[in-house]
């Protein structure tokens, strides 16, 4: 229901019976102020009968004595108006985040294309990408902050162009690129946006900034780039969100700040509380998330645990023979690409369970066999360098 409040509607009875012309007839400015009610409802696109800006009826009642209209006095109370929102709280929700088919383009040019994606509650998720591929595009919708041309996005079971307030309400977030007050201080700048969250826990707010180690007496506009990314990570987690929402939170971050804010999302997580942190830095994902997404034009590629996505992308094997090197028998092997051999080493690339080059090595003498799971980061390049892009679905 929409409404200014059963005050605005006495107030505006109030004006009528203190003008000193009273006339003898109500229906005509009724009429006028149910036609601008009407009016109302049709620019914002609501459903008829939500919106009460005034309580004709009061009006009504107050004006004792005074003639109206028959069609008035019979005019039945307002029935009130269906919900048309859910409230966050009223229905258990085991998805954080869930988008369907989310698509978004600037004009011609593509943002993100047909995105299925489900982040459950409690857990940490990364969401991977080269500059350009969609990351930000991604966060802005689910912010709310641009719509999208198809498609839907939710947010703890909320549509996010449905209200967005609620949702805001219940996550903290940093951009990737954001501007300040110039002239705040880093103390001035964290207590504004502690007072627009209703207060802080004065404890963990010091604390954050204790472990993040900033000094908060300097202006923002002195800060150095790493320490306003600071000031932007203690702004997001200083009410303790539900959600966190970290678009490339690490940049400009020394190496020792990063294990510390790596050690904070981690026990935001332990805390039961959602993370979602879009990188292009896949060190960060393998030491705070559970699952990982990657994206590359817009699309989806691979959705998958952090284990998961590095089991299946490759191996590099190194075989050392006592005699001739069979480079022959292992071509021929399904998942086997990049051989070179330096006089008795073989050294291959292997995709998928490494087991029929175990078997095959075992055909021969072999004085020395190396395997080496990969990085993250030489899944990342696999993934983006060898593999054909397909929508991911989970």
């Known amino acids: 229901m929409f409404a200014l409040g059963s005050g605005l509607g006495d107030r505006l009875a109030e004006l009528i019976l203190s003008r000193p012309e009273r006339p003898q007839n109500l229906g005509p400015l009724i009429a006028r102020l149910r036609a601008w009610e009407e009016g109302i409802e049709r620019l914002l696109g609501i459903v008829p009968g939500t919106l009460e800006l005034y309580d004709f009826h009061h009006i009504e009642l107050m004006r004792t004595g ?12 307002r029935e009130p108006a269906p919900r048309t929102r859910p409230h966050p709280e009223r229905k258990a929700m085991t998805a954080a985040i869930k988008t369907e088919q989310l698509t978004k383009h600037y004009g011609s040019h593509r943002g993100i294309v047909e995105v299925d994606l489900e982040v459950l509650e409690g857990e940490a998720f990364g969401f991977l990408g080269p500059n350009g591929a969609g990351k930000t595009t991604m966060i802005r919708l689910l912010l709310d902050h641009i719509r999208p041309t198809e498609g839907k996005a939710f947010v ?16 903290g977030y940093l951009p990737g690129e954001f501007l300040l007050y110039d002239r705040l201080t880093g103390a001035q700048t964290l207590e504004y946006f502690a007072n627009l969250r209703d207060g802080v826990d004065p404890g963990y707010q010091a604390q954050l900034v204790e472990r993040l180690d900033v000094d908060l007496s300097r202006r923002f506009k002195e800060y150095s780039k790493g320490n306003k990314q600071k000031i932007g990570l203690i702004i997001a987690l200083q009410h303790r969100p539900d959600l966190l929402i970290l ?3 690490t940049s400009g971050l020394d190496p020792l700040v990063q294990q510390e804010f790596f050690q904070v999302i981690r026990e935001a997580k332990a ?29 989806l590629i691979k959705v998958d645990r952090v284990e998961g996505l590095r089991d299946l992308a490759h191996h590099q094997v ?4 006592a005699g001739a090197v069979p480079v022959g028998e292992f071509e021929a092997v399904e998942g086997v690409s990049d051989l070179s051999v ?4 073989l050294r291959m690339r292997v995709f998928g369970p490494i087991t029929p080059i175990v078997k095959l090595a075992a055909r021969h003498e072999v004085t020395d066999f190396v395997s080496r799971e990969p990085s993250l980061e030489e899944t990342f ?14």
Do not use: N, W
């Open 66 to 77: 005074l003639l109206q209209d028959e069609a008035d006095r019979e005019r039945p109370p």
């Open 156 to 171: 703890f079971g909320i549509e996010t162009t449905v209200d967005p307030v609620a949702i805001h309400k219940r996550l």
């Open 247 to 249: 678009d490339e939170p």
């Open 271 to 299: 805390e039961g509380r959602t993370v979602f942190m879009s990188s292009h830095i896949l060190s960060e994902v393998e030491r705070t998330c559970d699952r990982v997404a990657i994206i590359r034009e817009g699309r």
């Open 318 to 321: 190194e075989l050392t023979f």
């Open 342 to 345: 330096q006089d008795h080493i």
């Open 381 to 394: 390049l696999a993934e983006y360098g060898e593999h054909e892009v397909e929508a991911a679905r989970t």
